[in-house]
């Protein structure tokens, strides 16, 4: 019988959500999306020092952004909700309960400093530093003698020697000791959850069937398998992938600009580039070329994904950011030049520019060739402007005024006598003083006679001699 696929991501809402973050994220809506499942947000904020909820809000707002959207989550509740997790307290004591009432959970009375101290003692004996498990036997008698010292207990997962296996979506076959973990701390003393017991409850109970996250998870798995079996659930199938790193091979932080999605989002990123890179590290499409979400979810196979480290490369952002400006209505671009280009001009901008607009800065750059004034000439486009000799200019001034289109115009100049290069390059050079940019057809198409008129004058006015 085949599971119903419940993916799920699972955020600590503890700073700027990082790309490595999103495609955590991603990976899991792909593949909840492809087989026709749920894909719920769990917000993991039991540090209540570092969790803020001004970060949940804003990686809410990023996942919109992306257009990944949930089916369970904070304020889409159902009845495996809460989904932050310090609503979830009741949940956790029961499981708590239901440990310690059969003898798979145990207080333990250790202070940090003991457990400091057996464990250097330990690694000096050349013994692995896991607990050593002073607490495991105590009986009433015992526990009350030590919370009359006035220590306060931490609540330990009982670990039963023995293989815990299981096959991982990525690495393969996986094969951990249970006598090699140690029992491990659940409840920490001052009674909040261990990060490792919550998450696992919640996969259990919230009957998630597929995790894929980093792999800096894997050595919590066994420890999360042991937990989820002994609430009676069913563990997930896990998948850990490779850590997303820069250029330079350093893992991507949270204090790299770059690596920040508010960030990109805030230069103009458009999500269809994030999302277009962002599948494409550590999984393999057979398709190249730009993919719309609906062909990113069809092309999800975890037969597909990889092992080896994937890099975050800002080159790759941009080819997708050039793509994804290609693919996009119209409409999106008109907004990155409201106010930026003359009011009721947008639409016209957009369709002679878009080649050449990677981000809303650039519209900065193309709105003053258009509309605007341009500088003087630099030396070599100003020789260049002379050396084409005032018939040349006259003709053109001739051609505009009778109304030529650049097709007119480009035969009038023909006519004059001029080809090629030295006919291309200094129109190209008066018309938007510079030499690269889109078909000149194009841009004489939204500019106005009068704009095109002035600079054909300024540049007919040039001295020959001014080499
Ligand atoms: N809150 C954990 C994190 O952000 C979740 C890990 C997991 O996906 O299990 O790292
Ligand atoms: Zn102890």
């Given at each position: 019988?085949?599971?119903?696929?419940?993916?799920?991501?699972?955020?600590?809402?503890?700073?700027?959500?990082?790309?490595?973050n999103?495609?955590?994220?991603?990976?899991?809506?792909?593949?909840?999306?492809?087989?026709?499942?749920?894909?719920?947000?769990r917000?993991?904020?039991?540090?209540?020092?570092?969790?803020?909820?001004?970060?949940?809000?804003?990686?809410v707002?990023?996942?919109?952004?992306?257009?990944?959207?949930?089916?369970?989550?904070?304020?889409?509740?159902?009845?495996?909700?809460?989904?932050?997790?310090?609503?979830?307290?009741?949940?956790?004591?029961?499981?708590?309960?239901?440990?310690?009432?059969?003898?798979?959970?145990?207080?333990?009375?250790?202070?940090?400093?003991?457990?400091?101290?057996?464990?250097?003692?330990?690694?000096?004996?050349?013994?692995?530093?896991?607990?050593?498990?002073?607490?495991?036997?105590?009986?009433?008698?015992?526990?009350?003698?030590?919370?009359?010292?006035?220590?306060?207990?931490s609540?330990?997962?009982?670990?039963?020697?023995?293989?815990?296996?299981?096959?991982?979506?990525?690495?393969?076959p996986?094969?951990?000791?249970?006598?090699?973990?140690?029992?491990?701390?659940?409840?920490?003393?001052?009674?909040?959850?261990?990060?490792?017991?919550?998450?696992?409850?919640?996969?259990?109970?919230?009957?998630?069937?597929?995790?894929?996250?980093?792999?800096?998870?894997v050595?919590?798995?066994?420890?999360?398998?042991?937990?989820?079996?002994?609430l009676?659930?069913?563990?997930?199938?896990?998948?850990?992938?490779p850590?997303?790193?820069?250029?330079a091979?350093?893992?991507?932080?949270?204090?790299?600009?770059?690596?920040?999605?508010?960030?990109?989002?805030?230069?103009?990123?458009?999500?269809g580039?994030?999302?277009?890179?962002?599948?494409?590290?550590?999984?393999?499409?057979?398709?190249?070329?730009?993919?719309e979400?609906?062909?990113?979810?069809?092309?999800?196979?975890?037969?597909?994904?990889?092992?080896?480290?994937?890099?975050?490369?800002?080159?790759?952002?941009?080819?997708?950011?050039?793509e994804?400006?290609?693919?996009?209505?119209a409409?999106?671009?008109?907004?990155?030049?409201?106010?930026r280009?003359?009011?009721g001009?947008?639409?016209?901008?957009?369709?002679?520019?878009?080649?050449?607009?990677?981000?809303?800065?650039?519209?900065?750059?193309?709105?003053?060739?258009?509309?605007?004034?341009?500088?003087?000439?630099?030396p070599?486009?100003a020789?260049?402007?002379?050396?084409?000799?005032?018939?040349?200019w006259?003709?053109?001034?001739?051609?505009?005024?009778?109304?030529?289109?650049?097709?007119?115009?480009?035969?009038?100049?023909?006519?004059?006598?001029?080809?090629?290069?030295?006919?291309?390059?200094?129109?190209r050079?008066?018309l938007?003083?510079?030499?690269?940019?889109?078909?000149?057809?194009?841009?004489?198409?939204?500019?106005?006679?009068?704009?095109?008129?002035?600079?054909?004058?300024?540049a007919?006015?040039?001295?020959?001699?001014?080499?």
């Amino acid at each position: 019988m085949s599971v119903p696929v419940i993916t799920r991501f699972a955020p600590s809402p503890t700073g700027a959500l990082h790309l490595g973050n999103v495609r955590t994220a991603l990976f899991n809506w792909l593949y909840a999306r492809r087989h026709g499942g749920r894909f719920v947000l769990r917000i993991e904020d039991t540090d209540r020092a570092r969790s803020d909820p001004a970060h949940e809000q804003s990686l809410v707002a990023a996942l919109r952004w992306l257009g990944l959207e949930w089916d369970a989550g904070p304020g889409r509740d159902d009845l495996a909700g809460p989904y932050r997790q310090s609503e979830r307290g009741a949940v956790y004591a029961a499981a708590y309960a239901r440990l310690e009432a059969g003898g798979q959970a145990y207080p333990c009375y250790c202070s940090s400093l003991e457990l400091e101290f057996a464990r250097k003692a330990a690694l000096q004996a050349g013994r692995p530093p896991r607990y050593s498990g002073p607490c495991a036997a105590l009986d009433g008698a015992g526990r009350a003698a030590r919370l009359a010292e006035g220590r306060s207990p931490s609540l330990r997962f009982r670990v039963t020697p023995g293989p815990i296996e299981y096959t991982d979506l990525v690495r393969g076959p996986q094969r951990f000791e249970g006598g090699d973990l140690g029992d491990f701390v659940i409840r920490r003393a001052d009674g909040s959850a261990a990060f490792l017991f919550s998450n696992a409850v919640d996969d259990g109970l919230m009957q998630v069937s597929h995790v894929l996250r980093g792999e800096d998870h894997v050595a919590n798995t066994p420890r999360q398998m042991l937990l989820i079996q002994a609430l009676g659930g069913t563990p997930p199938a896990y998948g850990h992938l490779p850590l997303l790193v820069g250029a330079a091979g350093a893992p991507l932080s949270k204090r790299d600009g770059a690596a920040s999605l508010a960030s990109l989002a805030e230069a103009g990123y458009l999500p269809g580039a994030v999302l277009n890179l962002l599948a494409r590290l550590g999984h393999r499409y057979g398709e190249d070329g730009w993919l719309e979400p609906a062909a990113l979810v069809a092309g999800f196979d975890l037969g597909a994904l990889g092992r080896a480290p994937a890099h975050f490369d800002e080159a790759q952002l941009r080819h997708w950011q050039k793509e994804a400006v290609q693919h996009a209505p119209a409409s999106v671009l008109e907004a990155w030049a409201t106010g930026r280009v003359p009011p009721g001009r947008e639409a016209d901008f957009v369709a002679a520019l878009r080649a050449n607009l990677l981000l809303p800065a650039d519209v900065a750059e193309w709105a003053p060739v258009v509309y605007g004034e341009l500088p003087c000439p630099v030396p070599e486009l100003a020789a260049l402007l002379a050396a084409a000799g005032t018939p040349f200019w006259d003709a053109a001034l001739a051609a505009v005024a009778a109304g030529a289109d650049y097709a007119n115009l480009v035969a009038a100049l023909k006519a004059a006598g001029k080809s090629g290069a030295a006919l291309f390059k200094p129109l190209r050079a008066a018309l938007t003083g510079r030499l690269d940019g889109p078909e000149l057809a194009r841009l004489m198409a939204v500019m106005s006679r009068s704009l095109l008129t002035a600079r054909l004058e300024a540049a007919r006015r040039l001295p020959a001699g001014s080499l």
